[in-house]
């Protein structure tokens, strides 16, 4: 009776410690889980400012073309002039 008690108490003792270790990893998978969802948010924030960043650089190249543009037709008036 008493070593039926003892083998009950073992694998209560085992099954009690199989728990923690599950909960264990299953609170560091969840950390990591929040952590990866940190970054993606950080990651789309920065992907977002760099489409802005782009889209005005796309603007002043697009301005700067337009001013190129006009000078070069003022240039030539210009030179054709003289």
């Known amino acids: 009776m008493t070593q039926d008690i003892q083998m009950r108490n073992n694998e209560a003792q085992r099954e009690s410690r199989k728990r923690d ?3 264990r990893e299953m609170k ?3 950390a990591d889980l ?6 993606i948010k950080t ?3 920065q992907i977002q ?3 802005e960043d782009i889209t005005k650089m796309e603007q002043q190249l ?6 190129n ?3 070069q037709y003022l240039k030539y ?3 054709f002039q003289l």
């Not at 929040?34 to 970054?39: F, L």
């Not at 697009?62 to 001013?67: A, S, T």
């Open 21 to 23: 270790k599950m909960e």
């Open 28 to 30: 560091q998978t969840k």
């Open 34 to 39: 929040d952590a990866k969802q940190s970054e």
């Open 43 to 45: 990651m789309g924030i």
């Open 49 to 51: 400012r760099y489409k």
């Open 62 to 67: 697009k301005e700067q073309r337009v001013g």
């Open 69 to 71: 543009g006009l000078f």
């Open 77 to 79: 008036s210009v030179d």
